[in-house]
Every structure is written in structure tokens, then in C-alpha cells.
């Protein structure tokens, strides 16, 4: 898939367009690479978007955007397809081990302008 | 300085019991290290096995699957059997035992567990070609094969007839025979000198009922009659029974091919009396409540035991002899505590059970019958004089109220004991909640309420297959089972554990309620599915299931639309995840045969593409290192070469594996290879709770390790033998025998609906093994679905794998085909192309592997480390 970007850049706004809204499929992610970070992009089902690390803390292999994605309680979710921790999307928590950070997922700024998604460089 | 020298124990005899013992000092750690060296002489040239279940291996069991415990068990250090190794002395004042084979072992303590023998009547003409006793495996196989050849013969002859056979013993013993000679479609006749069948475990009326239901089982039985001896035919070998004068119904002879005796067994006490211990008076060698002979060298356990002036046998005092010598030999002080003689038993498919004071012998004891003659079942409970309390019973036909009934002799009842009669009371009785700790669960293996209970609460037990581990309760004639189930579950319930089947926190019913739901309400979306029958938005859990029910169910791609959301990884790019998040490869190489020209393309395509390859367990190959952009490049040039899609990565038919058969094999008896890349072929792309093998082996040698695989097809002379529920891995299953001897055509029909059955019954990841121990009924259950038809869904099923095999298409060409499906293999969105920064490999034997974490430090140093993405977009294209 090769969009055609639109013309701010990155360093203009420090919003960085990955992709087209509709380029997503709801409730299957996508992994983008901003600047030197692989992130983590999904789509919920109520037209949400959120963005994590594609990291896998767990395996450090680069996988979370392959995981299933699903709801805990309210939660809404994304598990590892390697080891199946499962993250809260909204904040990377892991919910099978909510006190441990070093098994957590960063969180990305993300929007949607233009039907483009864009991805934040703060976070 | 030398250690003392182990103390030797000498165990004369390998069955059952003698099992019991051994396991029970090596459970103790009472074996070796400063314990005991333990030596099992066996006459039989086997290790001890089940002989309760002796029949089953007529109805469809091998003798590996009358294994007892666990077979590792003879590997103990300090334990030794000797199998095929009689004795034939015991010098006691040497303490030595001398077997046939002139060897002689020393003991410091000896433990007779010989047994018994069948008794055979000393009737003229008993030891005529055709008569067979009924006690061994090699018994049973004798008997076995000489039917067979009678069959043959018959069959060939100018006057084809069906080979009639005699039971001589009506007992226990006898019917366990009359059902084995009837599974091998013998005409049969049971022959008891007493007026009703079973004499010593039912009364009249249960005798009665009994009879009426063998009888419609197309077995006659003369009750009241004697053998007054046995004539043989022109060719030497047996052919008429005679009866004795003023039997029953005026019955003179019986024309007969072959004779049973299982008329009762006489301990095996030859050893003691001629080495000067005390017998009973009817045999049995005489101890005291702690086993002990009159020599305290010297133990005996079992039948060969006379305890009390009886000998006892059945095997449930047998083993709590055995435990009583472990305990005694480790220095405790344990007793017999009397014993439990309670029986259940399924004979010739008609359940029987007798249990506590069956006769109501005890004084003022009062009785609750209810018969039902066109049902088939008499039911007799045996109360105290004032009816409160159980004292024993007898039902007939119908005992499934017998694991509820038995633990509560000795107790009050409660309520109205008819409930527990009238078909409807049967299963439920009183909740098992109320059993006292004490109350003996397990009459086999003396198991009690309380201790399930404890093996839940105190070590953890979470399910019935832990608690049988644990306890040993349900693991020897397993007529408890449904009692120990009930009493795991309360138990866990009460400690807050969940035991609810619901399948994850957004569907409350099992994969099998949920199969169905989708089945019945043709539902064709997860969404619609959760909206309906489910809440939230679903998970890891039940996703999966979900994509796996509807492709069961359609055969629509498993990337159409919604469903592609549903997949795991490893089915969303049809590959398998490894350990660095790139993927293996799999190419499908039915029945394990490939061409020179195949192996050359998969050999090019792994060379271009820099993937590390290796031969797998099931008769294909593996590429490994795939980044998920390169899929769609590697299977255009696999597609091309004429592969499709292993489904390696699916819940789903892996392989079938195959030897190379009659075609070149010289001991090969059928051409397994066609037979195994016919099935691959056919069952290719089924969806399944869990990953499903195949094995077909072309004679009896299986090398194709058959009876390891969820289905295993051995090829016989006469057609196939078809197993199932094997299984390698994490808990390593023999398959076990469904049919015997089919045609092709019904061999793959039967499989057909043993599969479709399996995906449409088994609970999420349940392979096959599991699946055939927690349905209702088990194996037996599952055979009369598949070959009789006795819940009327063949047709269903056949239909079911009809569709699939209608609907297959390789997943693969049909994702190369389709543009929308190739845009998910991306390695970034913004980046399609590009690998993941993240992965490097190093060399090793030739071959690239990801690198460890130390050695990607170290490579960042020197600049050592290969890293893939560079290197391996060269060949991509």
C-alpha cells in the first residue's frame, strides 16, 4: 500500500500521517514507522483510534499490532500474539499484570484530520 | 565403609496386586536409597496389567491399553520385574526362591501374590481341543484365535454356520466370557448349576431380570443345569456338551464348537504347601490381619490370601492388602479393615450392581423392590428394620444409581428411598455434598470422600483428571466416577474456583453450545453473534473459536471481511509466529511424498529467500525466518512449483503420516501412502478445536507411529484397523482401537464422522485424547455414534464432511488472487516494503538464526551481525 502523504511534515506539525482512515480495517491493527519507532495503530469498533508500541515487552519482538483485539470489562484491548498478555489500549497497561512496568505498552498520540491518521511525536 | 546392603524383597506373581504393592512402597519412597530392592517374578511374559477389564480386549482393545498406572513405574531404580519367570520353590529356610529357569533369588522378606487359577470341573473330556479357560491375556487370545479359525473354516465349508460356543458358569467370571465370545459373533450358551444367573451377587428377581436381558441379547442361558461331560467330533476337537441328568427344562446336550470354563478360580497355593505353610481349608494361603504368614518372612496378598478363613476376590481387597504389606514393610502397622464386596459391572452391555447385605441377611432387614420388566431393570435396596438406614442392594439393568448408593451403606438415607429407585431419582439422589468424609467414594482403590475433598482444598487438584491423579480414586473400574466428578465440583465451587464452562468473560456457554447456537440460528458473523449471544467486543478466546465454528460451518476465506479480524496471527497471515515476530512456512506434502522436482523448489525458494529449514515430525518441511512482507513472494514461487497451504499455523488437519508401505515395503500389507495422501487430501483445511494428525501404517510394525495421532489407520490383512485419541506432546496418549478390519470405504466414512463429531463436540483446545475421556460415555459412547448410528446424525455428519470437501480451496492461491487480501501482509503501513529495523541474524551450520540479545550487543561492536533486511530484499524478487 503506498498512500501518497499530504503535504505538512512531520517537522512542521509534529503530527506525522501514516495512513487513511479507511485504510483500517476495525478491530485488526496496523504496525506504522515513525521516524526510527514502530507503532502500534488500531481501529475500534466504535470508530476509535489509539496508538501504542508495536514492541512486545514481553518477547521484544515487534508484534503488538498483529494481536487480537477485543474488550476486558470496559477496557478495550489488545493481546500479544506471542505470549497473550493482554493491554489496555487506552493506557498500554498490561491487565494480567497491572503492576509491573516494565511489562507496558507507551502510549501514542493519535488523530484523525482530513481522513488521515496521524501520529503524534509528543507522548 | 560400604553402605548396608539394600533389604530384598521377593514378590512371587505380577498381577494386579502385585502392581499395587510395588507402587504403593515406590510412592512411599520405600524403594532403594537404604529401602528395598524390590524383585516381581512374573509367570505371565507381561508387565501386571488390568485383568478386571480382560473382556474389553475383545470388544475393540489391544493388551497396551490394559496397561496399569504408569508404565515408568518398572523403571524405578531398585525395582525389578522379571517377566516369564516362574517359581517353582520357596526354601524358606534359606530364604530363597528357585524359579523354572534355575535362578535363585534371595529375600529378606517375600510377598506371595500368585492368585488364582481357574477352576475347571473334573467333567470327562475337559481338556479336549476347543476348551479354554478364561483368566490371561494369552487365555483370552487362544480363545480368540480359535474362534477365528472355526469361523474360517466355516465359512469356506459346503454348510456355512455360525460357530456356537459354552459357557460353562454363570457367575461374574461367566458372563465376562459369554460377552467376549458374543463380540466375536459366536452363538453362545452360559450353563449354571444354580437356578439363576449371578447366585452369589443377586437374587431371584434380579437373577430374573438378568436373564430376560442377556437373553435379548442373543445369549441362551440354561440356569439349573451341570455339564455332565464333553464329547469330541470326528476331527478330535470338542463338539458336545452334555448336560446332566434332571437339568432344567429337560436340556440333553448341546452342540458346540467351542467350551469356556469360568466356573470360579482356586487360589494359587502350591508354593506354600509345599514349603509347610497353613491353607484354608478351602484353599488360600492362611495370614493374619496384617497379611502375615505364620513365617514373618513371608507375606501374602490377594486371591492366593486367605484372610479371616476366605479368600476375597475381587481386587479391591487385593489392593488394600497391598497397601496394608507396604505399610507394614516400612515399618507401620497397618491391618485389614475387612472388606467392601461390592460389584459394578457392565456385562454383555447390561449393567449390574450389588452392593452391602445384597441378600438383607441382617436381622429384621426389610426391602424396596422395583422392577420394570419391559425396561429391563430390577432395582432392590436393603434396609434396616426401620428403613432408615442403607444396608445394601442389587440393581439390575440400570445401576446408575450406584456410585450415590454405595458410599451410603451404613448410613441413614433420608427422604423416601424409592427416589432413589424410580429411573428419574437415578443420577441425581441425594447431593453429594452431604457425604461424609469418611464415606469410601472409591471402593477400588479405597478412596473416601474426604480425601477428594482434601485434594481439592488442600493440594490444589482443579479439575477430575488432577483429583484421579492425586487420589487414584476412579482410576481402576471407574464406576465412581460420576460421584467423584460431582464431589470435585462442589468442592470447587465451595472454595470460590469457577467452574462455570463458559467460554471467556463474553459468551457464557462452552465451544460446544456455542457451535451448536451458531449451527441452529445460522448466524454467519462474530458480531452479530456477540450482539445476540454474547456481550462486549470478544477476545483472544473466543474470537478464534468463533473463526474456527464458522469455517466449520461455511467455507467462506478466513480473511473475508470480518472474519479476518477474528484470526490469531498465525491463520491472518496463514504462517506460523516464532520467537523474533517473523514466520515459518510450510508447504502442505501429502502423506509425506514429494518428488525430486518439489524438494528442489522448496529447496530454491528457501535459498532466495535466506530461510533456515528444517525436516519436521510430520513428513514435511519447515522454512523459518519469513518476514510477514515476504509471505505473499515466497508462496507465489510455492504456489507456482504446484504446493498449497499446510495450515501449519491453524487449528486444523496438520498431517497425515504415512510409512512407505506395500509398494516397497517388504512386510507392507496395504499401500498406506495412497491411503494417507487420500486422507490428507480430503480432510485438508478442516477447522478443529485443536490441531489434528493423521497416521497411516502399512502393516503391523507402525512405522508411522499410527496409534500416536488423534486418528491412526494400521493396515491389517483384512482390510484396515482404525485407532483414535493418540497423542505425542505434552501428555503422550496411545490411540486406542475404534473398529477392526474395515474396508476403505468405511474406514474413511468412519473417520469422516469421528472428526466432524470431534469438531462439533470437543471444548476449545481439546484434542482428541481428552475429548474421548470427558464425553458421556466415552470411546464406547463415540463408536456407537459412528458405526451404529446411536444418536441418528450420520447422515448429518457425512453430510458436514461432504460440504468441506466440496467447499476446499487452497487458501493461499486465493489470497495470491485477491489485491485486498495481499494489502494486510505490509510490514508498516506507512512503509509496506520496508523490514522491521529490529530483527538480525547470525549463522549457524550453514544457516541463518535470530540472534540472542548478547550476541546482538557483541555484533553492534564489531559489526558481525547479518542483519536481514538488506541482505534478504537482494532475492525477494
Known sequence: MTATLPPETTAQTGWTAVCRYTDLQPERGVAALVGDQQIAVFRLFDGSLHAVGHRDPVSGA??????????????????????????????????????DSAVRLPVHPVRLRDGWVEIGSGG | MSTPAPRQLVVVGGGMVAHRLVEALVDRGGVADGGWQVTVLAEEPRAPYDRVALTSYFSGRDPQDLALGDPALWDTPGVQLRRGEQVTEVDRAARVVRTAGGREHGYDALVLATGSSPFVPPVEGKDLPGCFVYRTIDDVAALRQYVTEVDTRRKDGAHPRPVTGAVVGGGLLGLEAAGALTALGVQTHVVEFAPRLMPLQVDEGGGEALQRLVGALGVQVHAGTATAKLTAGRDGRVARMHAAEGSAAGLTHLDVDVVVFAAGVRPRDELARASELPVGPRGGVVVDP?????????????????????????VAPGYTMAEIVADQLLGGAAEFPGADLSTKLKLLGVDVASFGDAFGTSPGALSVVYGDPVAGVYKKLVLSDDAR????????????AYAGLRPLVGRELGGDPAAWLLPEGAEGGPASAELPDDAAVCSCNNVTAGSIRDAVRCDGCADL????????????CGSCLPLVKKLVTTELAAAGVSVSSALCEHFDVSRAQLFD??????ITSFSELVDRHGRGRGCDICKPVVASILASLDSRHVLDGERATLQDTNDHVMANIQKDGTYSVVPRIPGGEVTPEGLIAIGEVARDFGLYTKITGGQRIDLFGARMELLPAIWERLVAAG??????????????????????????????????????????GLRSPHKIKLGVSGCARECAEARGKDVGVIATDNGWNLYVGGNGGFTPRHAKLLAEDLDTETLVRTIDRFLVYYVRTADRLQRTAPWLEEIEGGLDHVRAVVLEDSLGIAADLDAAMADHVEGYTDEWRATLEDPEKLRRFASFVNAPDSPDPSLSYVVERGQPRPSTAAERTAGEATGAVLVAGPRLEVFSR
Do not use: N
Request: aromatic share 6%; charged share 20%.
Open chain 1, 62 to 99: 515487534h508484534v503488538i499490532a498483529r494481536g487480537l483485539v477485543g474488550t476486558r470489562g470496559d477496557a478495550p484491548t489488545v493481546a500479544s500474539p506471542m505470549y497473550k498478555q493482554v493491554f489496555d489500549l487506552r493506557t498500554g497497561v498490561c491487565l494480567d499484570a497491572p503492576d
Open chain 2, 290 to 314: 496384617s497379611c502375615r504368614t505364620e513365617d514373618p518372612a513371608v507375606w501374602a496378598i490377594g486371591e492366593v490370601a486367605c484372610l479371616d478363613g476366605r479368600t476375597w476376590g475381587l
Open chain 2, 389 to 400: 438406614t442403607l444396608l445394601g442392594g442389587i440393581l439390575v439393568g440400570d445401576a446408575s
Open chain 2, 465 to 476: 483428571g488432577a483429583v484421579k491423579a492425586c487420589t487414584k480414586a476412579g482410576t481402576s
Open chain 2, 517 to 522: 447456537v451458531v449451527r441452529v440460528t445460522g
Open chain 2, 643 to 684: 504446493f498449497e497451504s499446510g495450515h501449519a499455523y491453524g487449528k486444523s488437519l496438520r498431517t497425515v503420516k504415512s510409512c512407505v508401505g506395500s509398494t516397497w515395503c517388504r512386510y507392507g500389507v496395504q499401500d498406506s501412502v495412497a491411503l494417507a495422501i487420500a486422507l490428507e487430501l480430503r480432510y485438508r
